[in-house]
């Protein structure tokens, strides 16, 4: 995946708002990467023919870890939105 390019606005209010909502949907694109990456692994691991329970143990705590994180940056990002959400409607 290559990096987005960002190309600066003309610096009105309305370009400002737009540059936040477009910020705030490449964190979520990279959000849904994160965590369909983990998936991923979560399947790699439990179809190993010799997992043992502490190592699906270890997994769920990394998985808990990882969402509670991204969880956390999702409210981040919904405060943002909120920032503007009376004005856009």
């Known amino acids: 995946m290559s990096m987005p390019v960002i190309t600066p606005g003309d610096?009105?209010?309305?370009q400002a708002i737009?540059?936040?909502?477009?910020s705030i949907a490449?964190?979520?694109?990279?959000?849904?990467h994160i965590l369909n990456a983990e998936g991923e692994?979560?399947?790699?691991?439990?179809?190993?023919?010799?997992?043992?329970p502490e190592q699906l143990l270890e997994l769920n705590q990394s998985v808990e870890q990882l969402?509670?994180?991204?969880?956390r940056l999702e409210m981040m990002l919904q405060s943002k939105l909120e920032l503007f959400s009376a004005e856009l409607s």
């Open 18 to 22: 737009t540059d936040l909502i477009e």
């Open 67 to 71: 969402v509670g994180s991204i969880t």
């Open 41 to 52: 692994k979560m399947q790699a691991v439990i179809a190993m023919e010799d997992v043992t």
């Open 26 to 32: 490449l964190q979520e694109t990279a959000l849904s």
């Open 11 to 14: 610096g009105t209010r309305e």
